[in-house]
């Protein structure tokens, strides 16, 4: 079956600090990859997203993920973590072989220290 | 440009009650979700809506939940009768037409079923 994994369902990291929040996918065709943030009481926002193309792919608040296919990977990273990004990260897959699906992981908490 | 609107944002029922979900999405977006997020776990999607069209709706749980989206605009998505395992956030999300286009998320109904 079609699923998305996520390491970790709580990371924390001090402010200035390497953010690294893992996603790995499963699926035989290359789907869709997006990451999701959500806040406290709100619905979620895209940060990014990847589809084809470049495998590098930059977003907003300064996020970035690579799309590496021979390890079935979207990891999420940040070079320098601000206490602003205190939420819960969700990867999600769009696949599109038939209908297409989204299916999202089941999120990682970033709690970031001062 | 106005974002996807939810109404109620909180709502407490006893079980076997019913209850109903309101969502606006952006203007213009052909494709509407709407997904179930329990504590702890990522958004599940209960039913896609292409239009006034349902594309999916596999794991939408047909014997007590059901959704409509008249003319193609507003949806509604009903629990009848409700069960503990309800108690959930419920999103409501539009893009506009397209694999791979960017999912605007409403801020979600929080329902408790006592």
Request: glycine share 8%; hydrophobic share 35%.
């Amino acid at each position: 079956a079609q699923s998305v994994t996520q390491l970790g369902s709580h990371v924390s990291v001090s402010e200035g600090a390497l953010v690294l929040l893992r996603c790995n996918y499963s699926s035989s065709v290359p789907p869709y990859l997006f990451w999701y943030v959500q806040y406290p009481n709100q619905g979620l926002q895209l940060l990014l997203k990847y589809t084809t193309g470049a495998t590098l792919v930059k977003g907003i608040n300064g996020f970035e993920a690579e799309f590496k296919k021979s390890e079935t990977s979207f990891h999420l990273t940040k070079p320098s973590a601000h206490m602003s990004d205190a939420a819960e990260y969700f990867c999600a897959t769009l696949f599109t072989s038939g209908t297409y699906k989204y299916i999202f992981g089941t999120g990682t908490r970033l709690k970031v220290l001062a | 440009e106005a974002g996807v609107a939810q109404s109620p944002r909180y709502k407490i029922i006893e079980k076997r009650q019913s209850v109903a979900f309101w969502c606006n999405p952006i203007s213009g977006h052909a494709t509407l979700y709407w997904y179930q997020q329990i504590l702890g776990q990522g958004p599940k999607l209960l039913i896609q809506f292409q239009n006034n069209g349902v594309v999916d709706d596999s794991q939408l749980p047909k014997d007590r939940f059901s959704a409509e989206r008249l003319k193609g605009v507003d949806s509604t998505l009903k629990i009848q009768p409700a069960k503990l395992e309800d108690s959930a956030v419920y999103l409501c999300a539009s893009s506009s037409a397209g694999a791979g286009n960017e999912q605007f998320f409403g801020p979600g109904t929080r329902l408790t079923v006592l």
